[in-house]
């Protein structure tokens, strides 16, 4: 079945330090891809997406990039705030299916 | 926020009494999800509806109903709580093309349940 296999955190950098959190995914054919964040008490709000292969979604300065070769969707930020601290989701949605599946979650944390 | 409200906010119970959690948009979209989230798990499909009174079951429904007499409303339904189904649980709207076919999912501020 489809899956979503993300980096365990949690993860603490500096301000200004360079972000990688690693996504790969298990699927049949062309799933569109997503990255959620959750900041502490919300809930989830989309951060970018990506519907097909080489396809980069980009947010808030946080980039990933569809790459179906690697059936990965790396999020890369150049630049952290500590506001950036949160947990992110990776998530696929296979086509002609109504389910989300996620990833476990990755926590991160930024200080100054 | 796709215009997603959920009640109550937050919820302590005791086990063994029904709980019924609520689910509101104010878009008229098809699709509703209901999941909870724990630690260690990320987010678990309990149910979803396409449509009213279509609901389908997710990988996590024993225990949990679901309801749906109206496009806006879809109430999620713990019959009989139990400690295991304290959890977090988010109510999302799935917004774009034809049903199931890259669409986006939009979510809720979220359920906080605690089973005594």
């Known amino acids: 079945g489809n899956s979503v296999t993300q980096m365990e955190g949690p993860v603490t950098l500096s301000e200004e330090a360079f972000l990688t959190i690693n996504c790969t995914y298990t699927?049949?054919?062309?799933?569109?891809l997503f990255w959620y964040v959750q900041y502490p008490g919300e809930g989830l709000q989309l951060l970018l997406k990506?519907?097909?292969?080489?396809d980069k979604g980009s947010n808030k300065g946080f980039e990933a990039t569809y790459r179906k070769e690697t059936t990965s969707f790396h999020l890369e930020k150049g630049s952290v705030q500590v506001s950036d601290s949160a947990v992110y989701f990776c998530a696929l949605l296979q086509g002609g299916s109504e389910k989300l599946v996620f990833g476990k979650g990755t926590k991160l944390t930024v200080n100054p | 926020d796709a215009g997603i409200t959920q009640s109550p906010r937050h919820k302590v119970t005791e086990t063994g009494t029904p709980v019924t959690l609520r689910c509101h948009q104010t878009e008229n979209h098809r699709y509703m999800y209901w999941y909870r989230q724990d630690p260690g798990h990320g987010l678990r499909l309990i149910h979803y509806?396409?449509?009213?009174?279509?609901?389908d079951k997710g990988e996590v429904s024993d225990g949990y109903s679901v309801s749906r007499s109206k496009t806006e409303d879809f109430l999620l339904t713990l019959e009989s709580a139990t400690s295991s189904q304290t959890s977090v649980y988010f109510c999302?709207?799935?917004?774009?093309?034809?049903?199931?076919?890259?669409?986006?999912?939009?979510f809720g501020p979220g359920t906080r349940l605690l089973v005594l």
């Open positions: 699927a049949t054919g062309y799933p569109s």
């Open positions: 999302a709207i799935s917004v774009g093309g034809r049903g199931g076919v890259q669409e986006t999912q939009y």
């Open positions: 509806s396409y449509g009213v009174k279509d609901t």
């Open positions: 990506a519907t097909k292969a080489d």
